[in-house]
């Protein structure tokens, strides 16, 4: 993924700035920046959720100009390769947990259904969920129906999976429970895009750090880099601080 000279307003605001970047295949890109920045827009706009007003999107062999109109048949191709997980887990709340995961493959890509059964019972054993395929989303914690939410997403056979900030409604212990599975993606080499403020997270998972505020990039590159104490970014080692909270 790639996206070239983004622009996006809303209102009178800029939200982002004429932003630059690729996603590389096979590895975890983590956003990171302070609230309002522009991550989580940034992070949309690869699933086409938010359009920008120009600007280029290149995705495998298919090139986007968004100052011309995106067809359907575009957003959908692009959608169905980017799988979208959110903070409050947006699961269908009369559909049973398999019922849940079986939707898309079924419905969207018309896989035989005793086939998506399997493979959906196969993703809830990866996410530690194997005994709830016949629970209820109120029945679930927030950490298991997040886990719910990624094995969904993991059931139409992404390219890349977008998390936007997937535990921050989750106490620690419960968090815990999600993060662990997306290290075990990062280390299957599912290619991932994830905004969180976990820095500890960020540091553990990411294959590439970009730091956003004000709609800019600030920093685009390695978390070796970016987390290490003589960064000679001062506006980075600061954010870094107040998120760990090392100096309270």
Known sequence: MKLTNINKTFGNKKVLKNINLDFPTGKTTVLVGPSGSGKSTLLRTLNLLVTPECGQYEFEK????????????????????????FQDYNLFPTKTVLGN???????????DKTHAITTAQQLLQKVGLADYATAYP?????????????ARALAMK???ILL????????????LSVLKVLLQLAREKQSMA????????????ADKIIFVENGEILYDGSPTEFFDPNNPNQRIRNFISSMTL???
């Open 101 to 111: 995961i079986i939707e898309g493959p079924t419905q969207v890509l018309k896989e």
């Open 62 to 85: 298919q090139k986007l100009d968004f100052a011309k109109k995106i067809s359907n048949k575009e957003k959908i191709f692009l959608r169905q390769k980017t799988g979208m997980v």
């Open 194 to 205: 994830i905004v969180t403020h976990n820095m500890v997270f960020a540091k553990k998972i």
């Open 158 to 160: 992404p390219k890349y």
């Open 164 to 175: 936007d900030e997937p535990t921050s409604a989750l106490d620690p212990e419960l968090e």
């Open 138 to 150: 109120h029945e679930l914690s927030g950490g298991q129906a997040q886990r719910v939410a990624i």
């Open 246 to 248: 090392e100096d309270l």
